[in-house]
């Protein structure tokens, strides 16, 4: 996002780019996906022309919302997962079953025998 610091983790937003190179990122903030949107949206996406591969974008319609309303960001802290890349998929699964209360022992078993399995197949 592009964005001016308000305060603590706050920033108000101006401007939003769907996954940016690196040239083209304003800042190291980046969309996650959860929002809370004032329900103009729905006007707007009914007028968005289809933008990166022929689909509508949300950001393109957000984009727009900002320029007509107050819109603000919050700046998490943590590991962020690139669910929509297979490996970033799986890293994410496999981290958060290992870090949940009756799941990480049960499925750590299960990955060591799949690694040992693994092993024996090289």
Request: proline letters at 3%; a negative charge; aromatic letters at 10%.
């Amino acid at each position: 996002i592009k964005g001016m610091h308000i305060e603590d983790r706050i920033y108000k937003v101006r401007d939003l780019i769907e996954k940016p190179s690196i040239d083209e990122a304003p800042s190291n903030i980046a969309i996650l996906g959860r929002y809370i949107i004032s329900p103009r949206i729905f006007d707007i996406l009914e007028h968005t022309a289809p933008g990166k591969g022929g689909e509508i974008q949300l950001t393109d319609a957000l984009k727009e919302l900002a320029q007509k309303e107050a819109m603000y960001a919050y700046n998490f802290e943590g590991r962020r997962y690139d669910v929509g890349d297979k490996l970033g998929f799986l890293e994410a699964t496999v981290e958060f079953a290992l870090k949940r209360e009756g799941l990480r022992d049960e499925f750590l078993e299960y990955l060591k025998n799949i690694l040992a399995k693994e092993d024996k197949d090289i």
